[in-house]
């Protein structure tokens, strides 16, 4: 048996991973849900939260999803994933908004923007951006809670001519935690009393040292507004992301996350994934969360129908079971009847959990956390 990180303990026990975070602060223990945790305590949450153990053994449904490492040479660059955060009113949906603006086949494509949770922006070099449309702190932490590290680069948007707040030091906060790097867009350069340099000084107040002052955080002066300052911040988003390396295998089983998912009149459940390796096709089967499904059909924020979504990509997908949460993994899976297995399984456990019954067997318990 070997260690299990909090979040994949929540997942096969479908608790949410802050629930097992704050059991393991009532043990005495600060950990966060990426971190990894011991047998003896594995064992000490799962009677915790109740689960009959050897229920969990009979279905070993879960036990390979998510669980595999792609080999080194299957592993293709993929886009970033950015977020904004910031303080109320500095510009995060201007500047969002400004960004969408730069993207050169969204005209050709003659698609009609639909607000999905998260979109895709080509750049005249030809890579691609991924942004998540909710910024803000709360989906960003909240995210982070349920173990789903979707951002690889923040951007902190701070007014010049209103300079460090609140909100803005939170946004800072949130993102070391989740040692995320961070770019620093000073905005409304265009305004009168915008003062960038007082922004920079005051970053160092809380050990952000931009490049100019010998730091290592990138800093960029825009105006959302007058559309300034959009290129420079596109290539620090890209320099970044080829600092952080970041690649995935398009070549496997589609695995994502749910950014966004709602009951639509005409069309049912559907939920915005953002796919994290792999490829997503149209007439794939898959589980996400509790729900299971085939894709029926995938559009992507440009409103158009598409058949395939590789790595970073966000896509709506139609065809669910239900309604999926914020931050649920996906995973493609071979047939019908185990997505029926998974997802009913992690129904059954949300159901039965907090329903105490007979103490753990070590070897049923590890055979199925393993
Ligand atoms: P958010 O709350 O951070 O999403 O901020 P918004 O994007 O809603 O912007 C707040 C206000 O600031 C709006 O009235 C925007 O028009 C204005 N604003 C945003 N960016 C700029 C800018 O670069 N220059 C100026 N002058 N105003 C801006
Ligand atoms: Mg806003």
Do not use: C, W
């Amino acid at each position: 048996p070997e260690a299990i990180t909090v979040q994949e303990l929540a997942n096969r026990m479908a608790e949410r991973g802050a629930d097992l975070v704050k059991s393991l602060f009532k043990m005495g223990m600060m950990v966060t849900v990426n971190q990894t945790i011991d047998q003896d305590t594995a064992e000490l949450l799962v009677e915790e939260f109740g689960h009959n153990i050897t229920r969990v053994s009979e279905s070993d449904v879960e036990i390979d999803i998510g669980a595999d490492v792609d080999a080194e040479e299957t592993l293709k660059t993929r886009p970033p994933v950015v977020t904004i955060m910031g303080h109320v009113d500095h510009g995060k949906t201007s500047l969002l908004d400004a960004l969408r603006g730069t993207d050169v086949v969204a005209g050709e494509a003659g698609g009609i923007t639909q607000h999905i949770g998260a979109y895709q922006v080509t750049v005249k070099s030809g890579d691609k951006i991924t942004f998540l449309d909710t910024p803000g702190h709360e989906a960003f932490t909240e995210m982070r809670q349920r173990g789903a590290n979707i951002t690889d680069i923040v951007i902190l948007v701070v007014a010049a001519d209103d300079g460090l707040k609140p909100q803005t030091i939170e946004a800072i906060n949130h993102t070391r935690a989740a040692g995320v790097p961070m770019i620093v867009a000073i905005n409304k350069i265009d305004k009168d009393g915008a003062n960038p340099q007082k922004v920079r000084e005051r970053l160092l107040e809380h050990e952000i040292v931009v490049e100019d002052m010998g730091g290592d955080v990138q800093d960029v002066e825009v105006s959302a507004l007058k559309k300034t300052g959009l290129d420079e911040l596109i290539e620090k988003i890209l320099l970044q992301a080829e600092l952080l390396e970041l690649k995935a295998n398009p070549d496997r089983a589609a695995e994502g996350t749910v950014i966004e998912a709602k009951l639509d009149k005409g069309r049912g459940p559907v939920a915005t994934i953002l796919v994290r390796r792999g490829t997503l096709r149209v007439g794939d089967i898959y589980v996400v969360g509790a729900e299971s499904g085939k894709v029926r059909a995938m559009v992507n924020d440009k409103g158009q129908q598409i058949k395939e979504a590789g790595p970073s990509m966000p896509v709506e997908v139609l065809g669910l079971s239900g309604v999926p949460g914020a931050g649920d993994p996906l995973s493609v899976v071979e047939s019908e009847a185990r997505a029926r297995e998974v997802a009913a399984y992690r129904q059954e456990l949300a159901t039965r959990k907090r329903t105490t019954t007979a103490p753990a067997n070590l070897e049923t318990m590890f055979s199925a956390l393993k």
